[in-house]
């Protein structure tokens, strides 16, 4: 009996281990493309926003966006700019964007240690560093080193991912004058797991206009 419990245990613990496969879903106007793997959409509208998933656990994710003033006149943006909301047969919960002083306090609460060995990895790293709009981040090297480790949790990745990158390159609030660009990461939290079939809906909200952007979550195919 013992033994089919432990057998039990662990099946349930393989299973829980698999996280969703993200997939992004094109729309009119929007175009894909890929960063080592990663899909990237975009689209040209007044924004001209670009959204790619850097990384993400079970429960949250870190993003990067950029935008594009194209108007004649100046834009305030900031992580309010952005809405993200999980969408299923059931239901629609809004998910949270964390702004930049809730960042600081997580990483405060963290006592920095986390933010430490990440800023120690990325030195040592040196180069490997990709551009993304103004922004420039480590992909590979940085972020899978840290999700090698045994000790490392999807979600102690993601808040090394956010804590290295916060002081230089999270998103916070800026004023971007015609012509000019912004870009930055954010770190998104859901009020539940992700599972499959739930739809991962980004809105990047202008002075004018809203562009959508639609992710789907399938599970990984089985192994044979």
């Given at each position: 009996m013992k033994v089919f419990l432990i057998l039990v245990i662990?099946?349930?613990?393989?299973?829980?281990?698999?996280r969703v496969?993200?997939?992004?879903?094109?729309?009119?106007?929007?175009?894909?493309s890929y960063d080592r793997?990663?899909?990237k959409l975009q689209s040209h509208t007044i924004l001209q926003p670009e959204?790619?998933?850097l990384d993400y656990s079970f429960d949250q994710m870190v993003v990067a966006l950029a935008v594009t003033n194209a108007t004649s006149s100046p834009i305030l943006f900031s992580d309010q700019n952005l809405k993200v909301a999980v969408v299923n047969e059931e239901k629609s919960?809004?998910?949270?964007v964390f702004s930049f002083e809730q960042i600081v306090e997580q990483a405060a609460e963290a006592g920095g240690s986390t933010a430490a060995k990440v800023g120690d990895t990325a030195v040592g790293i040196g180069v490997g560093f990709i551009p993304f709009g103004g922004?420039?981040?480590?992909v590979g090297k940085l972020f899978y080193s840290i999700g090698s480790q045994d000790s490392e949790t999807h979600q102690k990745r993601i808040d090394s991912i956010t804590f290295s990158q916060m002081n230089k390159n999270y998103l916070r609030k800026q004023t971007i004058v015609p012509g000019d660009s912004y870009s930055g990461i954010l770190?998104?939290?859901f009020g539940d797991d992700l599972q499959e079939g739930d739809k991962i809906i980004f809105q990047v909200i202008g002075n004018e206009e809203t562009e959508t952007f639609n992710f789907v979550c399938k599970n990984p195919p089985k192994s044979n």
């Open positions: 662990m099946l349930i613990t393989a299973c829980s281990s698999n496969l993200i997939h992004p879903q094109v729309m009119d106007n929007q175009a894909i793997g990663g899909p959204l790619k998933i919960v809004p998910a949270t922004i420039a981040y480590t770190k998104v939290g």
